[in-house]
């Protein structure tokens, strides 16, 4: 059934997510993007994956560099 399909769509049901550091933060990507990219809304989709740890990597470094209170230039604003 298809309910019970996407109620067992999640990070910790889909293979490709087990290693991941991410998979928290993403739940395992968005089922539409996966089922245009593969059919199959369990398989997670590759460049989006990419995208997302890359994102999150980003964000927790512009995090860590305010918290060391890095030189201006390497301070992003939020408001900005």
Known sequence: DLRRM??????????????????FHCGGGCAANAWHDSGD??????????????????????????KLDAPEEAQVSVDG
């Open 6 to 23: 996407f109620r067992a769509n999640h990070a910790l049901s889909k293979e490709k997510c087990a290693g991941c550091w991410a998979r």
């Open 41 to 66: 809304i369990r398989e997670p989709y590759d460049i989006e994956c990419r995208i997302e740890r890359k994102r999150l990597e980003l964000a927790l470094y512009l995090a860590a560099m305010e």
